[in-house]
């Protein structure tokens, strides 16, 4: 059996044409083309004015209100800020990418690395660790974009609790300043903003439909 | 009145029009209930939302103008886009119309050998009618989302882009819960109807390998696609599944990935009053180790690129689906969704549905709207719908000219013969004369007409006519010139 279906070139062909016949008026040359982009008018506000600190506190405020619990610690104290959100946690079993550091996995869990963990496995885990690429504070987003301290997708999202590790340095203010930041587009991401949430059943919104309930973060303060 | 009473028609070849579709729903107590309690919510947390946003006008000022880019440069960035996708190791397909479309995903469901299909909420599938499609080809579709499972297992119609099942209320959702999971003694509280949805759904996550989703945004530049969604059923269904389809508008591409910069801000806002959606997914083609691995991408024009070669009309395609303006709209809040008779209700779907069936059917919807602007003021996007609608409405009365059945058409030799009357004086006050003597016996004492006989009748159903006065201004003005003598 074929594994692809066999290209259609007509319908690409006509599609196109159509396109193109629909906007010859308007469409630029190549070279025009990166002229109009670059004068698209880009008036709204591209980075915050919060102070550092300011800027964490908005960061913490939001995951708040998000439900997240939030705890913050020095740099050299990660280690025990992580063990002490695994000791209240009443969980045993966590996965954790393989890029994380070894330190984090405190001793005396149950840690299970993934080395291509199959999604049940994952999903009898009772929680997860990781890293985060970027905070964006005006809005609570955590950004994750699946480096190997990150974890792959579906590590984030079978278990009930996700335990983040965000730095200070990494936290922007605006949506913006996150896309500056991307020096390259990156080919996964996954935008975190509170836990999954409903509103389907008369505007009542219901936390914790299919991804993890409950979310906690450790912000790091290394600025 | 129970629930389900009437199943909504949403095929805009077949559904009735709009002023006959809105009475059941204008007699439905319960269900305008239910319409009217959603919208005010998502309208309070929205302009809380947009009111706190200093820069809300600029960014709708470049949402707009990034849009348009993408349309003016369309055939460029689409190509873009198949190019970076398919080095990425996605399969890019091209439906021209739903047909295609449908027999384009069949076919790749048939190669996976899936007798089971699990779905994120698209209105796209519902444009092509994809679901009853897969049914009668042997697939069974798993609807994720919730408002999308109390639909599907209420065996009912969405009646709006963002909430689908806004209007169905939560004792409405227990009955049929209870009913088609089995679950005899669920309450109504929206925390347990939830529950019993992540309960039900959690294992068909888990074994059903194959997904259908929709996309929010095509990103050119990188050949990506991206959800945005709250529920994480969305997530579920881009990560879990071995084979991932995506059906997408041709519309739907931006230029650039920092081009979202602009478009998550404006959407969450609009769309559900949040500062940002809970989960917003992007990605790129196959990734090996994270993902479906196998993945491909439908494009679909299905009327598109004809909206596209009109210069007024365009600007409904920088639609970005946020459902703002059927939530700002006096109109859709008395009327619900079911009765614009397509997936598309409200404000956009009044001009977007007559325009992707080439006004052949929806003809009725470029008039259900007062034209009050309000869906044009709040639309992130800047798409001027009062415009559009006005360009559909001289399009519909210019296609009505030219038919034959047109001299029987009351409206139509009306305005002729108002036309006449009006470009000649002595014709003018002609008619003002028989008009003042013949009206003269229809008026009541206070001054007023309260009813007309036969065609006129129709304008005094719902208000009255003030009589004529006995002297018209042309009257009394040659009077006083003859007085002043």
Redesign the interface.
């Known amino acids: 059996m074929n594994v692809h279906v066999q290209p259609r070139p007509r319908s690409r062909q006509m599609i196109l044409e159509r396109v193109r016949a629909a906007t010859h008026s308007v469409t630029k040359g190549a070279g025009e083309l990166e002229d109009a982009y670059a004068a698209l008018p880009r008036g709204y506000v591209r980075s915050g004015g919060l102070s550092g600190e300011a800027r964490i506190a908005l960061m913490i405020e939001r995951l708040r209100e998000y439900g997240a619990e939030v705890i913050e610690c020095g740099p050299e104290q990660v280690q025990a800020a992580i063990a002490a959100q695994l000791a209240s946690s009443g969980k045993h079993t966590f996965v954790v990418p393989a890029g994380l550091s070894a330190a984090w996995l405190t001793p005396g869990f149950e840690w299970k690395i993934d080395r291509d963990l199959i999604a049940s496995e994952i999903e009898q885990a009772e929680g997860v660790v990781t890293a985060a690429f970027c905070g964006v504070a005006d809005s609570g987003t955590i950004v994750l974009h699946h480096s190997a301290a990150e974890a792959r997708r579906v590590l984030t999202l079978l278990p009930d609790w996700h335990l983040c590790v965000l730095r200070a340095r990494q936290v922007v203010e605006t949506l913006p300043e996150y896309f500056a930041r991307c020096e390259q587009a990156p080919g996964l991401a996954t935008y975190i903003s509170g836990p999954s949430a409903t509103a389907d059943i008369e505007m009542t919104r219901i936390k914790g439909v299919h991804g993890p309930r409950l979310l906690h973060v450790v912000m790091v303060r290394d600025e | 009145m129970s629930h389900g009473s009437y199943h909504p028609i949403l095929d805009p070849t077949k559904a009735p029009a709009f002023p006959s579709a809105v009475l059941p729903v204008l007699r439905n107590p319960q269900l305008r209930k239910?319409v009217a309690?959603?919208i005010d919510?998502?309208q309070a947390k929205r302009g809380k939302l947009v009111a706190e946003k200093?820069?809300w006008q600029?960014?709708r000022?470049?949402g707009a103008?990034?849009r348009a880019?993408a349309?003016?440069?369309?055939?460029?960035y689409?190509?873009q886009f198949e190019e970076r996708c398919t080095a990425?190791g996605g399969?890019v397909?091209?439906?021209?119309d739903a047909a295609?479309a449908r027999q384009?995903i069949v076919?790749?469901l048939r190669?996976e050998n899936a007798s089971e299909v699990i779905k994120i909420k698209t209105m796209t599938s519902a444009e092509i009618q994809l679901n009853p499609f897969l049914e009668s080809a042997g697939v069974r579709t798993y609807e994720?989302?919730?408002?999308e499972i109390?639909l599907q297992l209420g065996e009912d119609e969405p009646s709006h882009i963002v909430?689908p099942?806004?209007h169905?209320?939560?004792s409405q959702?227990r009955e049929i819960f209870s009913r088609t999971m089995g679950l005899k003694d669920l309450s109504d509280d929206?925390?347990e109807?939830?529950n019993a949805?992540?309960t039900y759904?959690?294992r068909k996550?888990?074994d059903i390998p194959t997904a259908i989703s929709g996309a929010n945004f095509l990103?050119a530049?990188?050949g990506?696609v991206v959800v945005v969604e709250?529920?994480?059923?969305g997530?579920?269904c881009l990560?879990?599944p071995r084979t991932m389809i995506t059906l997408a508008g041709?519309e739907k591409v931006l230029?650039?990935?920092?081009d979202?910069?602009?478009m998550?801000?404006v959407l969450?806002r609009s769309a559900?009053g949040?500062?940002?959606?809970?989960?917003?997914?992007?990605?790129?083609?196959v990734?090996p180790?994270?993902?479906p691995q196998k993945f491909h991408v439908v494009?679909l024009?299905n009327g598109r690129?004809?909206i596209?070669?009109k210069k007024t009309e365009r600007q409904t395609l920088r639609c970005i689906r946020c459902a703002a303006c059927m939530n700002a709209c006096p109109v859709y809040r008395q009327t619900g969704g079911h009765a614009y008779g397509s997936v598309y209700p409200g404000p956009i779907g009044a001009i977007l549905t007559p325009q992707l069936m080439e006004l052949h059917h929806a003809r009725s919807l470029p008039y259900a709207s007062s034209l009050c602007g309000a869906c044009y003021e709040v639309c992130p996007v800047k798409i001027n719908i009062p415009e559009v609608l006005l360009e559909l409405r001289s399009r519909v009365v210019n296609q009505g000219r030219d038919q034959a059945g047109r001299l029987f058409d009351p409206m139509y030799l009306g305005l002729r013969i108002a036309s006449l009357i009006f470009s000649r004086a002595w014709l003018f006050h002609t008619a003002q004369f028989f008009g003042r003597v013949g009206l003269r016996f229809l008026r009541r004492k206070d001054g007023w007409i309260h009813s007309l006989p036969s065609i006129g009748g129709k304008w005094t159903q719902t208000r009255d006519l003030r009589g004529l006065p006995s002297q018209t201004f042309h009257g009394w003005w040659a009077a006083r010139k003859r007085e002043t003598k």
């Open positions: 239910n309690h959603a919510v998502i200093t820069d600029e960014l000022t470049a103008a990034i880019h349309l003016e440069n369309l055939g460029f689409l190509e990425a399969v397909h091209w439906a021209a295609e384009i076919k790749l190669e994720t989302d919730l408002a109390i909430v099942a806004l169905v209320n939560r959702v929206p925390k109807l939830t949805v992540r759904l959690r996550f888990l990103v530049e990188t990506s709250s529920e994480g059923n997530r579920m990560t879990l041709i230029p650039r990935f920092q979202l910069e602009v998550l801000q969450a559900t949040e500062r940002m959606n809970p989960y917003t997914s992007v990605w790129t083609g990734k180790g994270d993902g494009l024009d690129s004809s596209l070669a």
